[in-house]
């Protein structure tokens, strides 16, 4: 868990950085666009009249990434590294709330193709057998994959509910014995 809470500060900090240099490189390409491309006139193939370079938004981006290449690049690069990493802390902070790992979560996948197959083949046959009940992370796993009640899954141990789970991973345990985020130790410890 101590490797899990740096590795989700790296992803937090990746993500900050990343929207800053897209977010600072927009600014400057566009009071840089603003002070040049007023003056720049382009023609207008339906008219054939002279336009300003700034009535026609393709025609500036274009404009823009043909005079500024490594800018739009770099603008580019950083807005697309952005939508990733925040998909992958998103993914992170998922799996943590629901209280898995990632290598986890892939073999409770195959586990529960497993156990559907195994039911499908089964089919009416075993009336008679007793179904378990599903625990969190299987009703999770079923409700993504959108499979039913699984007999013969074993539950998640570590499945607190998602309060315990964020405490648990991302809190210091100094600080999860003053309170975490509930204001009080868990009784069950």
């Known amino acids: 868990m101590l490797n899990l809470r740096w590795f989700m500060l790296f992803l937090l900090l990746?993500?900050?950085?990343?929207?800053?240099?897209?977010?600072?490189?927009?600014?400057?390409?566009?009071?840089?666009?603003?002070?040049?491309?007023?003056?720049?006139?382009?023609?207008?193939?339906?008219?054939?009249?002279l336009l300003a370079i700034t009535s026609q938004p393709r025609v500036l981006l274009r404009w823009t990434v043909q005079n500024y290449p490594l800018q739009a690049a770099l603008i580019s690069f950083l807005t697309m590294a952005?939508?990733?990493?925040t998909a992958f802390f998103c993914y992170h902070l998922w799996l943590?709330?629901?209280?898995?790992?990632?290598?986890?979560?892939?073999?409770?996948?195959?586990?529960h193709k497993r156990l559907n197959a195994e039911q499908d083949a089964e089919g009416s046959s075993a009336s008679g057998a007793e179904v378990v009940e599903e625990s969190s992370l299987s009703s999770t796993v079923g409700r993504l994959l959108g499979g039913s009640k699984l007999r013969g899954a074993p539950a998640n141990a570590y499945d607190w509910g998602w309060r315990r789970n964020l405490q648990d991973a991302l809190m210091p345990p100094a600080?999860?014995?003053?309170?975490?985020?509930?204001?009080?130790?868990?009784?069950?410890?």
């Open 14 to 49: 990746n993500i900050i950085l990343c929207s800053y240099g897209a977010i600072l490189g927009v600014r400057i390409m566009k009071q840089v666009v603003g002070q040049r491309a007023p003056n720049v006139m382009f023609k207008d193939p339906a008219s054939g009249r």
């Open 96 to 111: 943590i709330l629901s209280g898995t790992t990632s290598y986890e979560s892939f073999k409770w996948t195959l586990l």
């Open 82 to 85: 952005l939508l990733l990493v």
């Open 175 to 189: 600080w999860a014995a003053n309170g975490g985020l509930s204001g009080s130790r868990n009784k069950e410890q």
